[in-house]
DNA sequence: CTGAAAGCGCTAACAT
DNA sequence: ATGTTAGCGCTTTCAG
């Protein structure tokens, strides 16, 4: 393992010259820098982050958390994607990714913790919060972004998409195309599922017609509970001609529910789905959903997290796009 | 942030004292040992990984690396599994997970250098190797499973499915199912491939069943390669009757492309998925194919993996089971 | 059974 | 422009 005091002594310096150097500061001159960085690409140097991390300077190191209570992480198709487009927009800066998983759901105070000793730059949450915990994450002094939920702080940056309007772009298009009864599966507590199911709510309103209570459906995201949902709405006498699921997930579980009972999709009800995970448009029929522009959102994630570690940026609420896809799953009563 | 001398100086004892105290040492007296664990709780003590690290001890932290060049991360499914189901298997044992993700396929030198300095007590590694890298691994002292090739050493550990068998499970069914024209997607120079095509091919052979060149396409494991394979064989004047396919992924794909050019699934042509992803008991029709059993095995990677890390165990070959699981998308011709 | 000293690799503050 | 000193929090000798 070379350190810079390796590369000092065969560059006839110091180790301080040698980490200035290498960090490219400009109290080095030219001809000693180059002279440094060329013996340290001969030896292949690699800066250990954990001494770095150590004396308090940067580590690289971003922290990513979700936690799931109920739901299977890896069932999980929407949080992946969004793991792998923030990945992949961090590794663009060069940062790594400091995964932390744990199998209960540990109070925030332990998980804020945790992470700060590992000395990670910034972090990333994907986590339900209750009231208590929204408080003590706004005086988190390490700068974080939380996905999904409205809420900033002077470190802590909240970004979600603006769902009300997705589903109202979804319900939308079901109205234009005749449909009147439309059911809603997937409300519950989570933020996103209030959102989405106020969307519904709303649009429904606005074209005069009644939420019938037997269409709307409490449930996770979960494609199992999806299936329960479909095979439920099936044995409906008064069925509904279209089905709104708060999730690709949820939807891809109610066209297997209702298949099981015997209806087609999109012949007999229309489903939409939301999210467009990227297996949406390998279902069979395709889904009509909502796309989050989930890689441009991750590159805002990191932007502004860049912002609050690097420029000491304050945290903001920002709400990003979304977009309706209309594929097979939906059509003309 | 308190550290050991913090606590040492309220216990009235050196910082020595409740290190070794905070690990259970015997050298250290039951009263002391009480008194210091108290002390540590009411304070909410964690130990700085970082500093632990630096003096070259358990950082209880382990890599995960999956390196894909021409595969979206977050569309394979499959690895995405895996990683949940390891991440689960390291959180039962407290340890933590440090992802490493970079767009670009580092060479496995500046891999390992770069993990080595993170100082984790293990990897997991998921990467394509070439003859040359083989090598280069083998040499490792850090603990490493690599997932998915047949190859150990001293501090490495391959872990595999018995694919060969698990495709001679698949194309057996077919041919029980009275199938004769069989195709195979998915051959690629991957080790996972080549185990997999070779199943297909001898169990042809077996059957006495000449393999038609035509029949055989080459391609990633990718839904969108699917979709292509599957269109291309419909295209076929003399068209196979089933259609055994390396990974669901392909296999989602291919009864894509199938039923664009208005073939159904399994009316006119069976298709065969391997992975037995979450999601294949979902799709229209659900899929037969060869269950893993990731779980399983990620516990049998993470046990190796321990047993490496903290009794000096040595690598193995660990070669583990699959089985079929059949569902709608085969049936009798 | 306990403590003092040294050092892991790095950087910030203070010299020169 | 460069070097010296000190210290981040912890653990591993080595002495009591």
Known sequence: MVTIYDIAKQAKTSAVTVSLALRNSKRVSEATREKIHKIARKHGYRPNPLARGLVGARTKTLAFVFNFSSVDLSQDLSYMEYFHAIAQAAADKEYKIYFHSSNVALPIEELISDISHHRVDGMILGTELDEQERKI?????????IVG???????????FTDDEDGIKQVVKHLLSLGHQRIAFVGKNNSETSIARYSGYCSTLKEANIRIDE?????????????????????????????????????????????RSRGFKVPEDISVTGYDNLHIAQFTSPT??????LRSESAKTIIDVLFDMIEKQGTGKRIMT???LIVRESTRKI
Do not use: W
């Open 149 to 159: 939920k409205d809420i900033c702080s002077d470190k802590l940056t909240g970004v």
């Open 287 to 292: 889904l009509t959903t909502v796309d989050l």
């Open 321 to 323: 796009p979304v977009k």
């Open 214 to 258: 037997n269409l709307v459906i409490e449930s996770d995201y979960h494609m199992d509970f999806g299936r329960q949902a479909g095979v439920q709405l099936a044995k409906l006498e008064n069925r509904p001609s279209a089905i709104v699921a708060a999730s690709d997930q949820l939807a891809i579980g109610i066209i297997a529910g209702l």
């Open 137 to 145: 994450l706004k005086e988190t002094d390490i700068p974080t972004v």
